[in-house]
């Protein structure tokens, strides 16, 4: 027998008239879900609620989920309350059981209430497949065509660029939020799209970041060349506003987590976490005077180290606290007397002689002439400028050490008296060179090397010298975001006669204010990209054969 279900709205709900509808089947469904048999657009019903089935006497409600939960209405008259609805017994018709169910009273006011029945699809009141159908073609023209069009026709481009961003018809096929770097021209499409329908090819990014480069030298490490990759393999576009791979550390730990898997040759540690497990800093200095060439010595490996950079230096005698003679007397150097940022802020620059040193080290050299000065530069330069000062003092009538053959332009053959004063000066300053310049006004600093035995004598050499721009050059550091912190919190510098093994900081000082990616409350979230960069400028992507995929 089915079940004739009677809704019968509100006094002032702008429904009429009551609605019937009768359900052959043996259970009605009745709940929220549009899947339901008999949609209630109730707030307080769950989306499968009830159902209702007939019993002997009258109808059976059962509690979706909660078999035990029945009830029965036996009697005409027997009402059950289902979230704001009434659910009541009414005499069977001639065909079988009546039930009416109508908004309790109370709650929401009859206007609300019609107005979530007229939204329901329940009851239809408009045509709807018409309206389907027109709603489709609006959605091709709009959402398809008039962007292909847009695309493909020349013409509309000059129209369309000159359009605000919202309005332009591409946006339409927007897929999602571009990376905030990219939100700027995101409805540029073809900068990435270059062709419709073909997926973005690497060179159209390359086309603006010409720069970027590859981790390692695929030479050297085979299966690493960034041009049989995609970007967006890692770059992902219309994803959200953030570049996903800035904090991702999983993704470097998944290769230097065990380096060796994926580079048996590798010498690098494996590391997995800044804060937990990260190995010890290896400076990298110059181990080889005479070549530069450089060795990376890993830090607390006992000192001292094998530096070799040409200069003579020691920041304890320096930095006294007493304070160091100057022109004027004593005066306390602090660090910035010498170590100026560079324009970033992020490195210091050089140190330079004539800027920091001279000052103090004014590069005379003859006791009788302190206003003489030497030029720092090179020591053919010094020699000339030598050859000058005691040429015309010599002119001048003025004598310094006794002439001697030896060191005259001709060895063996006395100087004729015309060329006395030649010798004489010459002489003098091949002296004053060996004696004071090479070992005392330049062999202070540098360690000067002394002309092979027949050669000039005035022929000395200064080997360059190597201060390198960077000791941690597989890492970026950025002074500029640590003025906040003393240079002495991380550099021994005061108290040091060494060298770098004993003046760069260790990574348990970085450790004071930096916790690996996840942070931990206190210290900076760090992972792998906030120091390493992953794209090396120096070694750029080029493509073998071709434009990269
Ligand atoms: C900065 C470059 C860039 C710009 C600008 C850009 N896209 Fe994309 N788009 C991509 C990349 C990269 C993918 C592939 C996504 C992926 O695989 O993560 C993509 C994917 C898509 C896709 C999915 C189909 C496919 O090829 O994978 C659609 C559709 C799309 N873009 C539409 C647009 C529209 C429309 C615009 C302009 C409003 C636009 N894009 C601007 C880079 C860009
Ligand atoms: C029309 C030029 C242009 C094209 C094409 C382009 N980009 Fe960019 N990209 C930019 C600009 C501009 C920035 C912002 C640079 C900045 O902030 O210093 C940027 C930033 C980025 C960044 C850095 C994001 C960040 O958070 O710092 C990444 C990564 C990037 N682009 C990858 C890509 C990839 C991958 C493609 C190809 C799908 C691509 N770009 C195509 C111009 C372009
Ligand atoms: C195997 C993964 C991978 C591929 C492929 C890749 N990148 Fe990257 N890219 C990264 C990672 C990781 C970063 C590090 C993010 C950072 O430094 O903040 C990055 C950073 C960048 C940046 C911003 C920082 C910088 O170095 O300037 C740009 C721009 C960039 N990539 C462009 C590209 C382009 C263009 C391509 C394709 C030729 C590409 N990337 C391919 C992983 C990748
Ligand atoms: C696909 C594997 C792979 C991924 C992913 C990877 N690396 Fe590497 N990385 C290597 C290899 C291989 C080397 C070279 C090892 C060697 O020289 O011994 C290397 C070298 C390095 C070096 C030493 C730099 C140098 O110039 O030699 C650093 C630092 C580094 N990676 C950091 C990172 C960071 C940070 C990430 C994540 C953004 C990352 N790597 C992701 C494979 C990877
Ligand atoms: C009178 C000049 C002078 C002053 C003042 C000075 N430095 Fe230096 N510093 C130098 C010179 C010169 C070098 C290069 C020495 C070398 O290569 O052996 C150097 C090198 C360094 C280095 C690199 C490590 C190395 O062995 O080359 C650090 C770090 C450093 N100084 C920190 C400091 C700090 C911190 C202060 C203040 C507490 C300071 N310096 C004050 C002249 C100075
Ligand atoms: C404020 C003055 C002052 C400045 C600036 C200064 N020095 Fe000195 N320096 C001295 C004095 C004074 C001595 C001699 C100390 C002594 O003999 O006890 C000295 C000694 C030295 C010595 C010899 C150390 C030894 O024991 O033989 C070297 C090398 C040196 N300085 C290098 C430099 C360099 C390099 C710079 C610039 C980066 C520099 N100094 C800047 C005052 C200065
Ligand atoms: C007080 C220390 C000091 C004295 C004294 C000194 N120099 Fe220097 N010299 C430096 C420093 C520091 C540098 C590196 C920075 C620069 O170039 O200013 C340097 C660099 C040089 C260079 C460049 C080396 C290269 O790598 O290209 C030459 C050449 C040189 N000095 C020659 C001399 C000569 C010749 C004298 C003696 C007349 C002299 N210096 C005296 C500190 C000194
Ligand atoms: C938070 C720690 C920290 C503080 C604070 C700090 N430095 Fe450094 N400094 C470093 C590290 C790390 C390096 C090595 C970076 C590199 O060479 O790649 C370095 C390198 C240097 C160098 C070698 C040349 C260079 O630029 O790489 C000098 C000189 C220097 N610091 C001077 C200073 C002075 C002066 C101050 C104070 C104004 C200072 N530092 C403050 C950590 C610090
Ligand atoms: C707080 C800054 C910081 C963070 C975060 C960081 N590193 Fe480093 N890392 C450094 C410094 C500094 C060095 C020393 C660089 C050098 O020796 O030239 C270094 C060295 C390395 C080296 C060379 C290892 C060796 O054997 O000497 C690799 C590889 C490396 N880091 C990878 C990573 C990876 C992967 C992560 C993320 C899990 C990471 N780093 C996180 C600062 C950092
Ligand atoms: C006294 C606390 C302190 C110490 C010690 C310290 N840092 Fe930092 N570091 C900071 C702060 C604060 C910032 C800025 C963070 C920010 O801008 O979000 C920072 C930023 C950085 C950044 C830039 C991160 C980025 O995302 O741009 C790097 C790289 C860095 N530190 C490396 C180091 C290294 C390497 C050491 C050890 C030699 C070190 N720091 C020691 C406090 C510290």
Redesign the pocket.
Known sequence: MPILIRFRPRPGMDIDPALDRRFDADEVRIGRSPESDLVLRDEALRFHHAVISQSDTGIRIRAVGQERDEIALDAVGDSVVLGSHSLTLAPPDAEGPVLVIEPCAGGEDAATLSARYLAGLELPRLAVRRWAWGLALAVLVLGFLVPLASTLLPSSRGLIAAAPAALRPSILWQVGTMSSAHAGFGTECRSCHETPFVPVRSSACLACHAGTGQHVDPHRVPGMDLAETRCETCHHEHKGAVQAIRED?GF??S???A?RRQFPAS???D????GR????????IVTDAATGATS?I?LGTPGPWPDHGNLRFTHAQHLAASGIKGPDGNRVLTCPDCHRPDASGAQMQPVKMERDCLACHQLQFEPSHPEWHLPHGQPEEVASRLLGFYGSAVLAGERFDPVRDALFARPGEAPTPAELPQAAAHSAAAAAMASSIARAACGECHATVAPAPGADPLAWTVPPVHVPA??????R?DHAKHTSVACQNCHASETSDGGPEALLPG?SI?RQC?A??AGDGQKIA???????VYHHAELAISAPGGVPK
């Open positions: 550390q470097c730990v290769c230097h987590g380096i010498t690098l540690a590391i997995s976490d800044f497990d990260h190995p010890e800093f290896a400076p990298t990376r890993r960077s000791f941690l050059p597989l890492a550091f990574i970085c930096h690996g990616a760090s992972p792998c990209v906030s120091c390493h």
